[in-house]
């Protein structure tokens, strides 16, 4: 069971400080008893939360006082799962915590409950693992293995959350939104462990 969450994006003022508020109301909700923080890759500490954030937080009833915090070695520390907001916040954080690399996801890539994606993550992985070892070796890597991990890589959706920064309340809300529905999953994945 994963008790302390971390959900990363780039500021931490808008889409993982969302993330935070509205999963800690989830979980709550639900029962689960998981504390949840957030930070940024590219965060000043203690920058108040987007307007937009704040409200869309406001209008679900969510009055966390929220602030944004950078990733450090004990923010890392603290946490038992992390979850970030785009594959590129992914790579940034398993490339400066490589020992951490089997609990960071892109949180819909954690959350995806579509028993084919799955699928398709864990064929990804084991080819790319595959292939890393082979590069890894010296062997050649040959273009059939190239096209089956293209043709896997086809079968999986995006797992990005696009950054709202600078948009409008409507933008906000749209990100808010796809958020919320993984949130959803994130929480159904988490009673049933």
Known sequence: MY????????????R???????????????????????AGVSAWDGSPISRHSAAILRTKGIDDRLASSQITDETIAWADLILTMTSAHKEALIRRYPAAVDMIY???????????????????????????????????????????????????????????????????ESCSNEIEAYLLKLVRKLRSE
Do not use: H, W
Not at 16 to 38: K, Q
Not at 106 to 125: H, M, N, P, S, Y
């Open 3 to 14: 008790e302390r969450i971390l959900f990363v994006c780039t500021g931490n003022t808008c």
């Open 16 to 38: 993982s400080p969302m993330a935070e508020g509205m999963f800690r109301r989830l979980a709550e909700r639900e029962g689960l008893r998981c504390e949840a923080r957030s």
């Open 106 to 172: 892109t949180l819909k890539e954690f959350a995806e409950d579509d028993l084919q994606v799955t699928q398709a993550i864990g064929d990804r992985q084991r080819l790319y693992s595959d292939l890393q070892i082979k590069r890894a070796l010296g062997q050649t890597i040959t273009e059939e293995e190239l096209r089956e991990l293209r043709q896997t890589e086809i079968r999986i959706p995006d797992f990005d959350v696009a950054d709202p920064y600078g948009g409008d309340r409507q933008t906000y």
